[in-house]
T-cell receptor
Framework: AQSVTQPDIHITVSEGASLELRCNYS??????LFWYVQSPGQGLQLLLK??????LVQGIKGFEAEFKRSQSSFNLRKPSVHWSDAAEYFC??????????FGTGTRLQVTL | NAGVTQTPKFRILKIGQSMTLQCTQD?????MYWYRQDPGMGLKLIYY???????DKGEVPNGYNVSRSTTEDFPLRLELAAPSQTSVYFC???????????FGEGSRLTVL
């Protein structure tokens, strides 16, 4: 069965600093990988996805992620964080019937 | 989150009561999902459906039931509510061939 690990429960960065959120997955075949963001009291919004091709994928809000098969990783990055990026971020891998398995999330706090 | 409507948004139940969480989509997609979200646990799949008349269990189905009589509706029923079912419930639809899900805004349920 597939699994996703997000090793960082909580991360604090200063506004304007760069960000990297870690995600490791376990899946037998070529994975379909996703990053979602959740603001407090809201649903989940898709940031970006990887399913094939270029291992560096671009998403919304200036986020990008790099798929590294050798490391089973799909880390999310942003060059310069804005205060509005404070939220919880979830990495997920798709299994059969597109059932997503989520990591436990990383809460991002942005200091001004 | 236009396209997926969940009702109610908030509900308090007493132990042993039953209720149905409603999920309706107007995007004519076949695949629908119910997840629950608990703090620090990410999202766990309860049930899913690949089309009208077809449902299957996810990771945490105990204490829940679903039906899918139409493409639009995918209600989740809680029988004999227990405090362990206190959670935020999200309904989602699969919107693309690469498995990305579109989520509703969630239903917050408290069982006392």
């Amino acid at each position: 069965a597939q699994s996703v690990t997000q090793p960082d429960i909580h991360i604090t960065v200063s506004e304007g600093a760069s960000l990297e959120l870690r995600c490791n997955y376990s899946y037998g075949a070529t994975p379909y990988l996703f990053w979602y963001v959740q603001s407090p009291g809201q649903g989940l919004q898709l940031l970006l996805k990887y399913f094939s091709g270029d291992t560096l994928v671009q998403g919304i809000k200036g986020f990008e992620a790099e798929f590294k098969r050798s490391q089973s990783s799909f880390n999310l990055r942003k060059p310069s964080v804005h205060w509005s990026d404070a939220a919880e971020y979830f990495c997920a891998v798709a299994g059969t019937a597109s059932k997503l398995t989520f990591g436990t999330g990383t809460r991002l706090q942005v200091t001004l | 989150n236009a396209g997926v409507t969940q009702t109610p948004k908030f509900r308090i139940l007493k132990i042993g009561q039953s209720m149905t969480l409603q999920c309706t989509q107007d995007m004519n997609h076949n695949y629908m999902y119910w997840y629950r979200q608990d703090p620090g646990m990410g999202l766990k799949l309860i049930y899913y459906s690949v089309g009208a008349g077809i449902t299957d269990k996810g990771e945490v189905p105990n204490g829940y039931n679903v039906s899918r009589s139409t493409t639009e509706d995918f209600p989740l029923r809680l029988e004999l509510a227990a405090p362990s079912q206190t959670s935020v419930y999200f309904c989602a639809i699969k919107t693309g061939p690469t498995g990305e899900l579109f989520f509703g805004e969630g239903s917050r349920l408290t069982v006392l």
